[in-house]
């Protein structure tokens, strides 16, 4: 197969959950770009509304719902609307995903860091637990399955799920649910991924390290925790969703026929150790 077929998702049917923002919005606008027909669910409609326009402009094979991933019923009837509408599920992205609120620790790198009674564990309410598990791990597998039910006889698909470095890694500014659900969330797509290879569906996760994104009220987006950041990120910068693309689009295509059960970390060296 020449470069240019392995890379490719022309004619590919996907969805992306979460897609409204952030990462999952690039991951589909990467799908999309190179010809996909994707459908992106997302629980807030203003955004996948919003998106599907500014998408359908550019003359992409588009569509969008408004779905909570913890709504199994609702996401297995956008599923069923997805396959309807493309003819065929090649491509599932389990991404959409919540933060935890506040770790035990206040404050990203920096001098001002201390301890955050609010983000204890004695602190933590079953409501907030819940809820993070619910989209973040429950969430996940409700994806995966849909999935799995849809592809199984057709002996084909990428699956690809959006982790994190802080599912094998500590980080007190993150509220330890989040860090259980995606720790979580990497086991379950290494035992999802051992049952369907012998279906040819492959099962990957993307882990990210600190992306500029909505996520956590969109805290990202202040330049001071960016430069805080980036001072301890090997890469010195932080990463922004365009930065996923390319991993993106290799998971989801050909290129990675033969690549399953593995998470692959895009951190910008977050993970390596400190920065020079
Ligand atoms: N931004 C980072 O630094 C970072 C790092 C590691 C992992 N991640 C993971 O990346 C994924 C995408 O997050 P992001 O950073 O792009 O955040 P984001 O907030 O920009 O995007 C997340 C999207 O998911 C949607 N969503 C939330 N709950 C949902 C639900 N129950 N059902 C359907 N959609 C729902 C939101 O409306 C939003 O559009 C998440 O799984 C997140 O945990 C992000």
Redesign the pocket.
């Given at each position: 197969m020449k470069c240019a077929e392995l890379f490719s998702v022309a004619g590919r049917g996907a969805i992306v959950?979460?897609a409204?923002?952030?990462?999952?919005l690039a991951i589909a606008e990467a799908l999309a770009e190179n010809g996909a027909r994707v459908t992106l669910?997302?629980?807030?409609a203003g955004?996948i509304e919003a998106e599907i326009q500014r998408l359908a402009r550019h003359g992409y094979d588009v569509r969008g719902a408004v779905?909570?991933?913890?709504d199994h019923a609702a996401l297995e009837g956008a599923f069923d609307a997805a396959l309807a509408a493309h003819g065929r599920l090649d491509i599932v992205f389990a991404?959409?995903?919540?933060d935890s609120g506040p770790g035990f620790v206040s404050g990203w790198f920096g001098a001002n860091r201390t301890r955050n009674p609010a983000g204890a564990l004695e602190s933590y309410s079953d409501e907030r637990w819940n809820r993070v598990i619910d989209?973040?791990l429950t969430?996940v597998f409700a994806t995966l399955r849909a999935a799995a039910r849809r592809m199984k006889s057709q002996r084909s698909g990428k699956l690809i799920v959006?982790?994190?470095?802080?599912g094998y890694q500590c980080e007190p500014a993150i509220g330890s649910a989040y860090m259980a659900a995606?720790a979580g969330a990497a086991h379950l797509m290494r035992c999802v991924a051992h049952e369907l290879a012998a279906y040819n569906i492959t099962v990957n996760a993307i882990a990210?390290?600190?992306?500029v994104?909505?996520?956590g009220g969109g805290h990202?987006k202040d330049p001071e925790v960016q430069r805080s950041m980036a001072a301890v990120m090997p890469m010195h910068r932080v990463?922004f969703?365009e930065d996923i693309k390319g991993l993106a689009l290799f998971l989801a295509s050909p290129a990675s026929a033969y690549l399953t059960g593995q998470q692959i970390t895009i951190d910008g060296g977050w993970t390596l150790g400190p920065a020079d």
């Open positions: 959950t979460g409204g923002s952030g990462l999952g669910l997302d629980i807030d955004r779905v909570d991933v913890s991404n959409a995903g919540v989209v973040n969430g959006t982790t994190s470095v802080a995606k990210p390290g600190f992306f994104t909505n996520i990202a990463g969703p």
